[in-house]
Every structure is written in C-alpha cells, then in structure tokens.
C-alpha cells in the first residue's frame, strides 16, 4: 500500500504549536540524488556483467545507506566481491562527483529552508548519507547558516531505517519528539523518523512513489505543497 498525498481539504498535520524544530532528510528531500546515484551504481555494475534496472533500484535501494545498498547487490546478483569493497567503489565514485559540484536541489528546497528559517524554527539535517555530500549541498547553495545540525551515516553505528540518527540530532539540538517533526521520502526514512517517535511527513519520489508510505503522518506532492499546507501562518 503506498500513500496518497493529501489534499487540502482533508489532511492531517504534522506541524502544531508545539513544533520547534524541523529535522530534514538529505537525499530526495533536499536533493534531487537518487537519480545521480542510481547511474552510479550502474556503472559500477556493468564491470560485474550485472545490469541494474530501475525497478529493483526502486524497491530494494532508493533510501538505504550505501553499506546496506552493497551487502543486497552481493547477496541478490551473486557478484563475486566483498561488500564492503563493492561499498568502496559506490563511496568513490560519490567523492569524485562531489569534487566537481553538489547534488541538485529538489525543486522549492532552497526557498523551504530559508521560509522554515524565517519563521523561527531549529532547522537539522539527518541522513543515511554522508557528511561531505551535505557539506557541499550547504556550502555551494548558501544554507549553512540555516543549518543548527547535522547527523550523517558516519555519526551513528545503526543508520537509517534504525532511529538513532534522530535520537542523535534531538540530542545534540537539546529537544524531544514531541517538538520535531521529520520530513522524508523514502520508506526507510520515514521508518526511522516514527520509530524515534517523531511526526514525519512524506513528499515521496519518483523512485520512491510506490514506497508503503502509509504509517506517515501526512504526504504531500511536493515541498512546496507542504509549506503552502503548513507554514504559510
């Protein structure tokens, strides 16, 4: 069962009185990734006669930490290498895409963030992916000084869909679940953000449309569609 965005008229919010703090997920949220590292997966396979479709990328990959991404390959297409090498191939092929320019955008990122800013809310970034790569989102795009914290994949030991990652940022912000609220787009995202207690929005991907969104707190079409939901008081 996937989540049907809400309309207007009959939705649920996720953000109340008592919300303080907005805690946003990195890739396919904030960025528009999953597309990049889909083709770079590719590429990293074709040398192991193994053609990725995008269904299975859609299924097994979109969302899961690049460790994980590397342990189902092995195991679902039988290639003969380890995982954590296969992990240390994806993880270069990251740093050198990083080293010429960041992710793109999703589309209304930048205008959320500074909006959210604007009207007084503790802004965190909490990923399954890594710190460098929200580095650069941050540096390149202007948004650093918006940002109070950042939780990457290196930051915990059990990363998304576990939900230490969230538990960490409440920690370093000082706040509880019941004053955050997660947005995410991806099923093991949002998994993490409700198993750390917190109300969590979805603004589901192509690649992840036909994610089981359905434990959310409310979905929406699009960024947009969000802040001129919630966040236009």
């Not at 904030?30 to 590292?37: A, F, P, Q, T």
């Not at 296969?86 to 930048?110: E, N, V």
Request: with cysteine; aromatic share 8%.
């Amino acid at each position: 069962m996937t989540l049907n965005p809400v309309s207007s008229s009959a939705r649920q919010l996720a953000v109340s009185d008592k919300t303080t703090t907005l805690l946003f997920d990195h890739d396919g949220t904030l960025i528009d990734s999953e597309s990049v590292h889909f083709d770079l997966w590719k590429d990293i396979l074709l040398k192991y006669d193994v053609e990725l479709s995008e269904d299975f990328y859609c299924e097994v990959m979109a969302g899961i930490p690049v460790k994980q991404n590397a342990v189902d390959l092995v195991e679902h297409f039988n290639i003969s290498i380890a995982p954590q090498q296969l992990a240390q191939q994806k993880h270069k092929s990251i740093s050198d895409y990083l080293d010429k320019q960041a992710f793109p955008l999703m589309p209304f990122a930048k205008e959320t963030i500074e909006h959210c800013a604007n009207k007084g809310y503790t802004i965190g970034i909490v990923t399954g992916g890594s710190k460098n790569s929200v580095e650069k989102t941050l540096s390149q795009y202007g948004l650093s000084a918006y940002i109070s914290c950042v939780v990457a994949v290196e930051d915990v030991e059990n990363s998304k869909p576990a939900p230490d990652c969230y538990a960490l940022a409440m920690d370093k912000l000082g706040k509880i679940p019941g004053e955050c609220v997660a947005i995410e787009d991806t099923q093991t995202g949002m998994t993490a953000a409700l198993a750390a207690n917190l109300a969590c929005v979805v603004i589901p991907t192509d690649l992840s449309k036909h994610h089981d969104l359905s434990g959310a707190t409310v979905g929406y079409k699009s960024l947009k569609d969000w802040v001129d939901c919630e966040l236009v008081f």
